[in-house]
């Protein structure tokens, strides 16, 4: 796994650093697989995740000689979009960190996390028509759902890149911070992020990914589980307790 990526497993939280700087990070079948990987470990035992990428760059895009061999049944296995789908359906947050360019399919690994974080000198695009294949890996519905529709045609279809304030005000990011500062803000988010209780935290974002015909029911059944949980007893007790009752 080191040889494509840097991980960092600490209590609440795992950091992984996108670690290709010879190719600006580009997304590689081992990079699938370590990411693969880090997958297994928080589905095994839920904690948040950050993602960012080494040598000011976040991810250039999929690997071009390896996408360039790549045939139609490559493209039904999912290769980039089952590894994205599996991130965006961590059992908690997910943060990604860019800082530099997020391109293709390292700008919809950004798009499948649930907070981007940016700096100025960030750049997000999908020039995918230009290399005769479409931004397939979860650009066409999840940049619409970030940003609306009309700004989603610009990027996929008229090749735009968003720098890191168009980003911000565009609403893709939630905060821009100078470089030195990017990986604290990171930090900072999922401390924010982890005053609420785990399960809270886990079935809301459920409740965020469920289609609407799923509501008010899923939310009535998840909101019945909490209703019976210790945690939920607790902090109430707790907060009741600070306001004197």
């Known amino acids: 796994m080191g040889r494509t990526v840097q991980v960092e497993s600490r209590d609440d939280r795992v950091v992984v650093v996108l670690d ?8 590689d079948a081992d990079m699938v697989a370590a990411l693969h990987d880090v997958c297994a470990e928080l589905e095994a035992q839920p904690r948040m995740l950050v993602l960012t990428g080494a040598g000011g760059v976040f ?56 907070f981007r974080i940016a700096t100025p000198r960030a750049r997000f695009g999908n020039p995918e028509p230009q290399l005769g294949i479409l931004a397939a890996a979860g650009a066409s519905w999840r940049l619409r759902e970030l940003v609306g529709l009309g700004l989603a045609r610009e990027v996929l279809l008229a ?37 609420s209780d785990a399960l809270a935290l886990r079935l809301t974002k459920l409740a965020l990914a469920a289609p609407p015909g799923a509501h008010p029911r899923f939310d009535d059944v998840a909101q019945a589980v909490l209703f019976e949980s210790e945690a939920k007893q607790q902090r109430m007790t707790d907060f009741l307790d600070r306001r004197g009752r």
Do not use: K, W
């Open 59 to 114: 991810a250039a895009g999929a690997d071009i000689r390896q996408l360039r061999e790549r045939r139609r049944e490559d493209a039904l296995a999912g290769i980039n979009s089952g590894v994205f789908e599996r991130i965006a359906g961590l059992p908690l947050p997910t943060v990604a960190a860019v800082d530099g360019h997020a391109l293709g399919g390292g700008a919809e690994l950004a798009y499948a996390c649930d």
């Open 159 to 195: 090749g735009r890149v968003l720098d890191g304030e168009s980003a911000l005000r565009a609403g893709l990011v939630s905060e821009l911070v100078e470089p030195d500062e990017l990986l604290p803000a990171a930090h900072a988010l999922v401390d924010r992020v982890l005053r």
């Open 20 to 27: 290709r700087p010879e190719v600006r990070n580009a997304i």
